[in-house]
């Protein structure tokens, strides 16, 4: 299914055309009708900009610890990760939709001109296969990295994923493992994908023993490292301390709620601890929970829709471990339990006001 959204988005370019050939003779009256209506419309007007964007990027001072630093977008940083490990490595390979031509995001740019075409190429339009073609190059010895055009496009490998990759260790006794295999994929909102471009699949992968589940920041610039460094999984980065509350996200809404922890500094002086999680899968209890027994209070934010989301297993594991020393309930602020719209899209995300508002609330419980 994922595969035909895909193809009728890229089919889809010459809208109008389509529009025309469906409708015959109904275009051109519609298209009369809405000339009269709109008589007085000035083509030269000036009209309010539209901001993509649900959050003010605060960047980061620069670390040091990893040496000497770049700035870079996070595109431009996975660039650099992925030469990187090609370089380290003779039996890396890099494989999936349109990357020999750098990719739609341009994370594979100039890679296979530096490293040829036999260590970064294309595949045929089919997830199942990709995954699948990674396990068995993982499984030979090699390092794979597999990437999945958009993270909605995901579900059709979730049986390579799920059942394969997750549990062939396993099944096998340690005989074998997939380990060095790597599948990246763009993921979340991004101001105007609709349904088949915004999508935050994480809770699925959460629920599956076998497999690491990953998400690094979006549509962030900031000073990179610019020889190679490894960050540990399964460890949470406190980036501000506070005193009242405890707030938790990932990817994108790391932006958001440190937004949020200014706001509620400023307006309502109330100290914010804005931690990100980075490792859904396994995720990390000890940093979370020992913030929580400090605040006495937990936010947790995320795109996906709340029921089943993440936000409900830290909120289990944090209510069972920290019980006595909650002041209020714990808050989850998250996409609402709908497919994600198009021009909808401002008021279903969890932007800066809805996770305000959360805090406020706890504060005044």
Known sequence: MAAVARFLV????????????VSNGVHSKVGVSLLRVSSGFNPHAKTQKRHAAHFTFQAEPAQTKYGPTQKMNLFQSVTSALDNTLASDPTAVIFGEDVAFGGVFRCTVGLRDKYGKDRV???????????????????????????????????????????????????????FDCGNLTIRAPWGCVGHGSLYHSQSPEAFFAHCPGIKVVILYRAAVDQVPVEAYHIPLSEAEVLQEGSDVTMVAWGTQVHVIKEVAAMAQEKLGVSCEVIDLQTILPWDTETICKSVVKTG???????????????????????????LNLEAPISRVCGYDTPFPHIFEPFYIPDKWKCFDAVKRMINY
């Open 10 to 21: 890229r089919a889809s370019g010459s809208s109008k055309a389509s529009i025309t050939n």
């Open 121 to 175: 190429f294309n595949t045929p339009l089919c997830e199942q296969g990709i995954v699948g073609f990674g396990i068995g190059v993982a499984v030979a010895g090699a390092t794979a990295i597999a990437e999945i055009q958009f993270a909605d496009y995901i579900y059709p490998a979730f049986d390579q994923i799920v059942n394969e990759a997750a549990k062939y260790r396993y099944r096998s006794g340690n005989l």
């Open 297 to 323: 209070r937990l936010l947790i934010s995320h795109e996906a829709p709340v029921t089943g989301g993440f936000a409900a297993e830290i909120s289990s594991t944090v209510q069972e471990e920290c019980f």
